[in-house]
C-alpha cells in the first residue's frame, strides 16, 4: 500500500523559509519520480519541483528557481522541499506525488502521478 505522508507547513512571513518533508512508503522508493505540487484556492494545482531519487536529477519551475530545493534521503525514503525566500504568492497547499506508472518525471500533475499526499499548507504573510 503505496503512502506519502507530508509535514512541515506552516506560517511564515515573507523572505522566510520552511522546509517540507515527503516521507514514502509501500514501493520501490528510488525507482519512481517523485514531485511537489501546490494549489492556491480558486488556482489549477501546479508543479513545483520534481526529483528521480534513485539518480538525483531535478525539476523546478521557473517561479520558484533559486528559491526552492528538492532533495531526497534514500536510508528515509523521504523528499523534501526547502523553500527559501518565500513570497505572498507561494502562498498554497503544498502536495507530493509519485508516478509509479513508469519512468516520466516532470511538473506536469498530468503527467502520471498516480499517488498523492494529503497535503500541508504553507501561508505567507507580507
Known amino acids: 500500500q503505496v503512502q506519502l505522508v507530508e509535514s512541515g507547513g506552516g506560517s511564515v512571513q515573507a523572505g522566510g523559509s520552511l522546509r517540507l518533508s515527503c516521507a514514502a512508503s509501500?514501493?520501490?522508493?528510488?525507482?519512481?519520480?517523485m514531485g511537489w505540487f501546490r494549489q492556491a484556492p480558486g488556482k489549477e494545482r501546479e508543479g513545483v519541483a520534481a526529483?528521480?531519487?534513485?539518480?538525483?536529477?531535478?525539476y523546478y519551475a521557473d517561479s520558484v528557481k533559486g528559491r526552492f530545493i528538492i532533495s531526497r534521503d534514500n536510508r528515509k525514503n523521504t523528499v523534501y522541499l526547502q523553500m527559501n525566500s518565500l513570497k505572498p504568492e507561494d502562498t498554497a497547499m503544498y502536495y507530493c506525488?509519485?508516478?509509479?506508472?513508469?519512468?516520466?518525471?516532470?511538473?506536469?500533475?498530468?503527467?502520471?502521478?498516480?499517488?498523492w499526499g494529503q497535503g500541508t499548507q504553507v501561508t505567507v504573510s507580507s
Open positions: 506525488a509519485v508516478n509509479t506508472r513508469g519512468t516520466a518525471c516532470g511538473l506536469s500533475p498530468t503527467l502520471g502521478y498516480n499517488y
Open positions: 509501500g514501493y520501490s522508493y528510488s525507482s519512481y519520480c
Open positions: 526529483i528521480f531519487p534513485g539518480v538525483g536529477s531535478t
